[in-house]
């Protein structure tokens, strides 16, 4: 799967959700139904994840849709390849760098994978300057798949192919009060 990218994509159509709801599924349902499907090549439930090469650039770098109605704000999901069991992973311009390590996920008391997480610092580490940015990078648990044992190419997409959610810090609304008579009011 490495090398394998879509920095243009769109979604040919967007997911099927209820009216109002959002795509933004639970760490067990993006190991389970997207990420493990997508590695043993089955149809996803929806098609609105790209794969694109994460961890070689600046987050501001990546496809990046807004205004869609079905997404979350300041939230994107991409499948890519994860870089070997580093610590820190460096693009042009700065790094990744692991800021909590693997915890493991479970759906229905059964575990299913890991998730660890990764902050992007602007410049060179260890003196880098910690951005906005966070990821959420989670694997399949590799005995979840029975087939593995016997395929070693499909031990290969097991140990390096991952479903980041990268999400952005929101702004915080500042409030304050002009007199005890005035309601509150945002900055």
């Avoid at 493990?36 to 990046?64: A, F, H, M, W």
């Amino acid at each position: 799967m490495a090398g394998i990218t879509d920095d243009n994509f769109v979604p040919n159509v967007p997911p099927l959700l209820p009216r109002g709801c959002k795509f933004s599924p639970d760490n067990g349902v993006l190991i389970e139904f997207y990420l493990k499907k997508k590695i043993l090549g089955k149809p996803l439930p929806s098609d609105c994840i790209p794969t694109v090469e994460v961890y070689s650039r600046n987050p501001t770098q990546l496809p990046l849709p807004t205004g869609d109605f079905w997404r979350v704000e300041n939230e994107w999901y991409f499948f890519t390849t994860k870089p070997h069991d580093a610590s820190v992973t460096l693009t042009n311009d700065g790094y990744y760098s692991v800021i909590k390590e693997e915890e493991t996920i479970k759906q229905e008391d059964e575990e299913i994978g890991f998730m660890r997480t990764l902050a992007y610092f602007q410049g060179t580490p260890p003196s880098g300057k910690k951005s906005k940015w966070t990821i959420y990078e989670f694997r399949v648990k590799p005995n979840t798949i029975p087939t593995i044992q016997h395929d070693d190419a499909l031990k290969a997409k097991v140990s390096s192919f991952v479903v980041c959610k990268l999400s952005i810090e929101k702004k915080k609304r500042k409030y304050t009060r002009k007199n005890k008579n005035d309601s509150m009011k945002s900055k």
